[in-house]
């Protein structure tokens, strides 16, 4: 058992040095990540021997299945929507991104909107699980959830420039993260209480 948390850390840490590898814009990051990266690689290659259940992630020759990320909407007293700006293109979207390893989808749902908007909140319901396969180059499963706000807004990461609510009759130029038909099937869930999937 002891050796499986161990191997768990370990893909951990390769994840976590693939994702910076794949988004840093720092030299200096960039080669702290490729060295961890490199000795994650060396780690689990000394596990070779030992039989685990669970495969190497990066390394396995399995059934391929679609991107999983969350979105989280929030609504303030006003009914108004909350959006984040995103840094690389300017445009809004409702909070969210991939699921990292490791984590339920409600916590990397709860780390989105606090690395994204600078906000905690607490989940109230999951309002479903959008396929956005047709519109999308790569599969993705987006599990979609309603939260309330449970403290006052704080600075935000660097993903993104601005954060605000906005009424759902004049929304600000949407991001490629949902489409405008998407998130006005999302928001009548939310309002109707009906739970969406597909």
Same mark, same amino acid.
């Given at each position: 058992?002891?050796?499986?948390?161990?191997?768990?850390?370990?893909?951990?840490?390769?994840?976590? $040095?693939?994702?910076?590898?794949?988004? $840093?814009? @720092?030299?200096?990051?960039? @080669?702290?990540? &490729?060295?961890?990266?490199?000795?994650?690689?060396?780690?689990?290659? $000394?596990?070779?021997? !030992?039989?685990?259940?669970?495969?190497?992630?990066?390394?396995?020759?399995?059934?391929?299945?679609?991107?999983?990320?969350?979105?989280?909407?929030?609504?303030?007293?006003?009914?108004? !929507?909350?959006?984040?700006?995103?840094?690389?293109?300017?445009?809004?979207?409702?909070?969210?991104?991939?699921?990292? !390893?490791?984590?339920?989808?409600?916590?990397?749902?709860?780390?989105?909107?606090?690395?994204?908007?600078? !906000?905690?909140?607490?989940?109230?319901?999951?309002?479903?699980?959008?396929?956005?396969?047709?519109?999308?180059?790569?599969?993705?499963?987006?599990?979609?959830?309603?939260?309330?706000?449970?403290?006052?807004? &704080?600075?935000?990461?660097?993903?993104?420039?601005?954060?605000?609510?906005?009424?759902?009759?004049?929304?600000?130029?949407?991001?490629?993260?949902? $489409?405008?038909?998407?998130?006005?099937?999302?928001?009548?869930?939310?309002?109707?209480?009906d739970t969406i999937f597909d």
């Open positions: 058992m002891e050796n499986k948390k161990f191997y768990d850390f370990i893909l951990k840490m390769q994840a976590i $040095s693939k994702i910076g590898l794949l988004f $840093s814009k @720092d030299e200096y990051a960039i @080669d702290n990540y &490729r060295q961890i990266n490199d000795l994650s690689a060396k780690m689990l290659a $000394s596990f070779t021997e !030992l039989k685990f259940e669970r495969p190497n992630y990066f390394k396995r020759d399995i059934y391929p299945t679609p991107n999983v990320s969350t979105r989280v909407v929030v609504f303030n007293e006003k009914g108004e !929507l909350l959006l984040v700006k995103e840094a690389k293109t300017g445009t809004y979207s409702i909070p969210g991104g991939w699921c990292d !390893l490791y984590d339920a989808p409600s916590q990397a749902a709860l780390n989105e909107v606090l690395q994204e908007a600078g !906000l905690e909140v607490k989940i109230t319901r999951l309002v479903g699980v959008v396929d956005r396969t047709p519109n999308v180059a790569v599969p993705e499963y987006v599990i979609v959830f309603q939260a309330v706000p449970i403290s006052d807004f &704080r600075p935000h990461g660097y993903e993104t420039t601005g954060v605000g609510y906005f009424d759902l009759d004049h929304l600000p130029e949407l991001s490629h993260k949902l $489409s405008l038909e998407e998130i006005k099937r999302i928001i009548a869930a939310c309002l109707n209480g």
